[in-house]
């Protein structure tokens, strides 16, 4: 019975008999045929090409042509596994009564007489079971098969289907395992090596049996000899090589940028399921560029390079579509973090969300130039809440100045008054409105950042403003190849999502206040030399520090802060960090490279310029000086301590910044068209991602875009 097993058709039909055995045969189909799932792998690129990871899976494995093989690999393959092959008809009969010679021999099974297409049909469609009827069935599959493809394809089918162990099936994947390289750069000695580990991969293992692999290497080289494929003088060459010279890949489990990397896995689980993402051999191309991560990296590094400082995060977005342009954290004296400090984590927005605010107040028809507050300790009791205290950062009040004045040096008490007179909740909607996306729980504090948001929504908000207005939705891939080699015509990959959310001219009027900030307020360490705008943040307890800025054609935030808590940063390199400090240096960094190549952009001049209204102050103002000198008591049932002059210093709940010295700023805005009552229309075409260069091809250890089809 063992002989009838390794036999194949002729001695099975003897031991079990015509009639049995041609049941079997007359259910023998190639239309029947059913491929037994291993996947391939699905791979991830930046925006010019290159790669940035493969998606974690059990199996690896990347299809590839006869043509992306070494020439040496196919020799070895036929020399050591079936050296008839090209003769036979799928089913080798010299190799079968050969092995049953051997076997009667030892009295045990001690060869096997299955081709390259037995073994095929094998991996590709029917159970490893040891039976007879499986036996009859392979080989009558064999012999089919034979008859409808060619040698070349039944070869190039089993070398991307045998498994080689360590997790990788097919050849691509070997080389890229076992060197570092793809299969067509295979050198002799790298061919004879992986062609003798599909018969036991675990015994020749290189990696960890490499006196094995090393045997069976010479085994193959001395098949190849007997086979014609190499001299004698090649044979002696390759085997006084004692060395494996093996190079352990990293292509299926490094990595390059796993912030934004863990991102885009969760858009792709999303729309595909995580068994596709993981083995349905996706090639997804993505909006990040590589210069500007390295430009992020750098600039943290350099502002935080000691192993005690805070960590942090910078995201970087095309106001023009959404498109993500850089996404990266650091931890100092931390690798390997997971957890994505862009997307994932959030923390109090401090002073960066007053820009809500003030976009709230201009959308109302309040003007910030001339509506004037008093800046003086607050102190609210609402009906039925707990009491709430608000002073500056320095506790130095500046009496009455205008909302103007007011956001350029971050004042607490004004911002505390105006929240409450717009409304906390119309500041929540607000929020929603330009791209935060967290929930927001609408609190009188809400203006002074006490919701914890996250740096993407903060960064999707602020390029709403730069935008003119006009809200994208944050975008990071561009297109997504299915394992066919087509791209997915239906998920709408890299078509911006975008519609007006707040008038050009509400925006522009923020930009404009948002500007001044850094050429004379509190973010003046940031200020690079171009046309920009911005706002810091700093929590009470210096748990958190933020800057966000934006120029017309990039936006980018900053968050500084201690991953694992909320940490005071009182004592960072001798100082305590606000968002003025160490934000702001790192944004201005950024900025600087992320745009040297690209020329100074100006705002773009609104259509639709605000409609200022009469404004009188809610019952949560304090006692009000006009512009002209006159004073106004307003309702309140706020209780206050208000100075009877001025404070020498002004106050802010960040330290003022000096303002620069004179860097020639950009002259004032043109007077604004007339008003027109007609609503902004949305735009009717939404601009796709810009190329950012043209993409150079893929590095040696990437698979080619776009991915070739399957054998």
Same mark, same amino acid.
């Given at each position: ?142 012999? !089919? ?5 060619? !040698? ?109 990397? /863990? ?256 050429? /004379? ?191």
């Amino acid at each position: 019975m063992i002989a009838a097993v390794v036999l194949g058709v002729p001695a099975v039909l003897a031991v079990v008999g015509f009639t049995g055995a041609a049941a079997v045969l007359t259910r023998c189909s190639l239309n029947s045929l059913r491929p037994v799932g291993i996947g391939e792998n699905s791979f991830v690129y930046a925006a010019d090409g290159s790669l940035l990871g493969a998606i974690p899976a059990d199996h690896n494995r990347q299809p590839v042509s006869l043509k992306q093989i070494s020439t040496w690999m196919p020799e070895a393959t036929v020399a050591i596994e079936d050296k008839r092959f090209y003769e036979h008809g799928g089913v080798d009969y010299q190799s079968i009564f050969r092995a049953l010679a051997h076997d009667l021999s030892a009295g045990r099974v001690v060869e096997g007489g299955s081709t390259i297409t037995q073994q095929l049909v094998r991996n590709l469609y029917i159970s490893r079971e040891v039976t007879l009827k499986r036996k009859i069935k392979e080989a009558c599959l064999a012999i !089919k098969l034979a008859q409808h493809w060619s !040698k070349d394809r039944i070869l190039a089918a089993y070398m991307n289907q045998v498994y080689y162990g360590n997790h990788a099936y097919g050849i691509e994947a070997a080389a890229q395992t076992y060197f570092s390289r793809h299969a067509r750069s295979l050198g002799l000695d790298q061919s004879a090596l992986l062609a003798g580990l599909p018969q036991a991969p675990s015994v020749y293992d290189p990696i960890y049996r490499p006196a094995d692999a090393l045997q069976r290497r010479d085994e193959v080289l001395k098949a190849m000899l007997d086979s014609h494929y190499i001299t004698v003088g090649k044979y002696e060459e390759a085997v006084s090589n004692r060395n494996l010279d093996l190079k352990p890949g990293r292509l299926y489990t490094r990595i390059r940028e796993p912030y934004f990397f /863990g991102y885009v896995r969760d858009q792709l689980i999303e729309a595909y399921g995580a068994n596709t993402v993981a083995s349905g051999g996706l090639r997804v191309f993505t909006t990040i560029v590589p210069a500007f991560q390295n430009a992020a990296r750098d600039a943290i590094k350099e502002t935080l390079n000691l192993k005690g400082d805070p960590a942090a995060a910078l995201v970087s977005i095309n106001p023009a579509n959404g498109a993500i342009r850089a996404m990266a954290a650091v931890t100092p004296g931390r690798t390997g973090n997971q957890f994505n400090l862009v997307a994932q984590a959030r923390r109090q927005a401090g002073s960066t969300f007053k820009a809500f605010v003030l976009t709230e107040a201009v959308a109302q028809g309040i003007d910030p130039a001339s509506t004037y507050y008093i800046s003086a300790p607050f102190h609210y009791q609402p009906p039925n809440g707990p009491v709430w205290d608000v002073s500056t950062y320095s506790h130095s009040y500046s009496g009455a100045i205008s909302l103007v004045q007011a956001t350029l040096q971050s004042d607490n008490t004004v911002y505390a008054q105006l929240t409450l007179d717009v409304g906390p909740s119309n500041v929540a909607n607000m929020a929603h409105k330009l791209g935060v996306q967290t929930p927001l729980d609408p609190v009188p504090s809400i203006g002074l950042g006490s919701n914890s948001i996250s740096p993407m929504d903060m960064a999707s908000a602020y390029a709403t403003l730069a935008a003119g207005g006009i809200y994208s939705k944050p975008m990071a891939i561009r297109k997504v190849f299915l394992a066919g080699g087509g791209e997915d015509p239906d998920a709408g990959w890299g078509v911006p999502e975008r519609h007006r959310v707040i008038s050009d001219g509400v925006a522009y009027t923020v930009t404009k206040i948002l500007e001044q900030n850094m050429l /004379g307020g509190t973010g003046t360490g940031a200020y690079f030399g171009r046309q920009a705008a911005g706002k810091t943040g700093t929590t009470d307890n210096h748990a958190d520090a933020w800057f966000c800025g934006y120029t017309p054609n990039l936006e980018a935030t900053v968050w500084v802060g201690y991953p694992q808590g909320e940490i005071p940063m009182e004592n960072v390199h001798g100082i305590a960090v606000a968002g003025g400090t160490f934000p702001a240096t790192i944004w201005r960094l950024f900025m600087q490279r992320a745009l040297r190549y690209s020329p100074a952009q100006q705002w773009r001049l609104p259509t639709h310029r605000p409609v200022w209204k009469p404004f009188t102050r809610g019952q949560y103002s304090l006692d009000f000086v006009s512009s002209t000198g006159a004073t106004t008591t307003s309702p309140t049932t706020t209780t206050s301590t208000i100075p009877t002059t001025p404070a020498p210093t002004l106050g802010s709940t960040e330290p003022i910044q000096p303002e620069r010295p004179p860097v020639a700023p950009p002259p004032p805005p043109p007077p604004l068209p007339p008003p027109t009552t007609a609503p902004p229309p949305p735009p009717t075409t939404a601009p796709s991602p810009p190329p950012t260069t043209a993409p150079p091809p893929p590095p040696t250890t990437a698979p080619p875009p776009p991915p070739p089809a399957s054998p």
